[in-house]
């Protein structure tokens, strides 16, 4: 669990106990999710593509927009259950192809990148629940055993061959996000080809089949940067659904430090000691990850107070 330091870092988005319980003994329970659907208490958003509608409140919070589910534009075929806050509210996600429209200009469509640093705890875990849903979702029509066309199951939470009888799971791909530091407490930045001019970021990588998280970010320092890796230390993990990836964040100490960056993934890669990096932000010449990433807190931990 990541949390807020003295040092004034920043928590990690989209990792917060939002205190939700799941739930996931009532998912096929049909009769429990009829009764709690038509609770008036039970709250409903709509996700479509990633986003839904957040607004302000009042008060100068911002909220998810929910509805009570008789206002909800129910289809039984795209409802997700998504769990029950510590007040007893239950929440259910409907899918759509299109947000609803508003009568008023309060509420505006977000996604998670915009959404998760105004909203509630509460709120980012119902909607990173309902956008990872909604990719898998969108993605897994089709049997991947026999091609035959899946069925929704289990409020969201299975996708089921109607011929072949395979339960499809909602999928999350691994990936590694590392800080790479050396002996002088320097950290190794790169930047990826497509990025804007200055970006400099942690390495990353996917997780492959049959390897451990440990030595996929030895691998992945190995191949992108060139560098041995030795004392891997796990920090946090993100939920990160663009489409389906959970990030899983190091810090990696480098026991070589001649850099060579592979020239693929990698345009170049280099190390910073603080007063560097500190020197070329302030120049404007090294831009560093902003936003919900975890590779910001990653940077943030180690330079010991926020970027920028
Ligand atoms: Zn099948």
Known sequence: MA??????VQPIALTGNGGIDRGGEHRLDEAW??????????RVFVVSGGQALIEETEDGRTELVTMPSFDAPFTEAHRYFLGTDEDGVRYFALQKDALPGRMDDAARPAGLREAAPLLSERDNELLVHAVALENWQRSHRFCSRCGERTVI???????????CGAEHYPRTD???IMLVTDAEDRALLGRQLHWPEGRYSTLAGFVEPGESVERAVIRE??????????EVEYVASQPWPFPS????GFMARAVTSAVKADGEEIEEARWFSRDELRAAMEAGEVLPPSGVS????LIEMWY?????
């Open 245 to 248: 990836s959970l990030m899983l």
């Open 221 to 230: 320092v190995a191949e992108e940067a060139g560098i041995v890796v030795g």
């Open 304 to 308: 010991g107070a926020p970027l920028g």
């Open 153 to 163: 199951a289990a409020a969201g939470h299975i996708r089921r061959c109607p011929a």
């Open 3 to 8: 949390s807020t330091s003295d040092n004034g």
């Open 294 to 297: 975890i590779a910001a807190r």
């Open 33 to 42: 999710l009829g009764a709690a659907w038509s609770h008036p208490t039970t």
């Open 174 to 176: 691994p990936a590694v």
